[in-house]
């Protein structure tokens, strides 16, 4: 791929990042894996009877198309065999366009139950039905996705499947600062901003630097995940809010420290989806199996992104401050001494408690 400025460092990173594009706007991509398999893919959570006609008609004739979900959906739906993830359904007469968008979102099921019985192909995923999940992820939409074997990807996008699921570590490790600002915050004046982009312009995330850190010591420092409705809303159904700011108010008073503020929402399933995910909890599942009904795992977070920023800052040595041993074993599987947890807990209210309760029961939080 040339430019004006020469050849793209990532061109991988980039052409994920464009089929990501593509994807939220219910377009179809063509993934292929070294298997030498092709696949057309779109989004089944977009499925409408013109959609589903022009996918099928596009991929033409022994396309083979199907329905991709999670092992966590199809168990929900009680899908058997599950003979790998994620599973197949041939589209049959029982798939039309509104039971595929339904098999996508669970957020109906208790209203309209679904009647099978779906058949499921008895045979392992290939790497690029895998790798079409992951993509969909990637897209912060449902994990269901529609594919067909491809004999023809003229016009469409072609994403590798080892460049889906090298992504993350990808995207992370081409981190670079890209802004650094002075910006006195009300619990802590002396505070910069430190903005993180990879070179192909993927996902940011932002560093807040409380006072003037030494790097001789481990620095006290905080992973914070993105919560717009806890942090920017002041949500009561989570804590995201009160440790955000209390984690600014320990860090200055403790003289100085870094907050990591991670663009990952709703554990890295995005928005959209954590409002899907509270609309079951309103039904009665809890945080991990509202995840879990909408086929992603009880938390999609990688804390390599967080890792490399910490290095780029020049800390290799940490004291964490949170409940959670996935973040401590995250940043120690990225090379991070995590020296310390240092525990980050504040009172209930009544519309968090349970949430709270399910984080320790069933996450591991130590609270
Ligand atoms: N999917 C989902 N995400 C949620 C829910 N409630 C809060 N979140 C997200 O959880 C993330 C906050 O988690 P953190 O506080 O960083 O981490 P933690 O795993 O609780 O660990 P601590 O460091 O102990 O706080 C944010 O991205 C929130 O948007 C929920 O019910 N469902
Ligand atoms: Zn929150």
Redesign the pocket.
């Known amino acids: 791929m040339s430019s004006p400025f020469g050849s793209a460092p990532s061109s991988a990173l980039v052409a994920v990042d464009r089929a990501v594009s593509e994807l939220r706007r219910g377009l179809s991509v063509a993934v292929s894996d070294p298997g030498g398999n092709v696949l057309h893919l779109t989004a089944a959570e977009y499925a409408t009877a013109e959609r589903l006609a022009g996918f099928v008609a596009a991929a033409g004739a022994s396309a083979a198309p199907r329905l991709l979900l999670t092992n966590r959906r199809a168990a929900t739906l009680k899908l058997r065999p599950l003979v790998g993830d994620p599973v197949a359904l041939p589209l049959d007469a029982h798939l039309d366009a509104a039971t595929i968008a339904s098999l996508a979102d669970p957020t109906a099921d208790l209203d309209n139950p679904l009647r099978g019985p779906f058949a499921v192909l008895r045979r392992a995923p290939m790497a690029a039905e895998f790798a079409a999940v992951k993509l969909l992820k990637l897209a912060r939409l449902l994990p269901a996705a529609l594919v067909a074997t491809a004999a023809d990807t003229q016009g469409l996008l072609c994403v590798d499947a080892d460049a889906i699921t090298a992504y993350d570590d990808q995207a992370a490790r081409a981190l670079r600062i890209v802004s650094d600002a002075r910006v006195p915050l009300a619990d802590a004046e002396v505070a910069r901003i430190i903005a993180f982009r990879p070179p192909d312009g993927g996902i940011e995330h932002l560093a807040i630097v409380i006072g003037e850190p030494t790097r001789r010591e481990p620095v006290l420092a905080r ?5 717009f ?2 942090d920017l809303l002041g949500s009561l ?4 809010g009160e ?1 955000l700011r209390g984690a600014i108010r320990t860090i200055a008073a403790a003289g100085g420290g870094v907050l990591l503020y991670l663009a ?4 890295g ?1 995005g928005l959209v989806n ?1 409002l899907k ?2 609309r079951l ?1 309103d039904q009665g599942f809890d ?1 991990v199996e ?2 879990e009904r909408l086929g992603f795992d009880p ?1 999609e977070r990688v804390f390599r992104p967080a890792a490399e920023m910490l290095r780029l800052l020049g800390f290799d040595a940490v004291r964490l401050l ?3 041993p996935e ?1 401590v074993s995250g940043l120690v599987a990225s090379g991070i001494n995590v020296v310390e947890r240092v525990p ?1 807990a504040f009172p209930a209210n009544n519309h968090n408690e349970f ?1 709270l309760a399910t ?1 320790k029961a069933k ?1 591991g ?1 130590l609270l």
């Open positions: 992973l914070h995940s993105e919560c409705t806890g159904r989570c804590d995201c440790q990952q929402e709703g554990r399933i954590k995910a509270y909890q945080t509202a995840n938390d949170t409940n959670n973040k980050h949430y984080k996450s939080h």
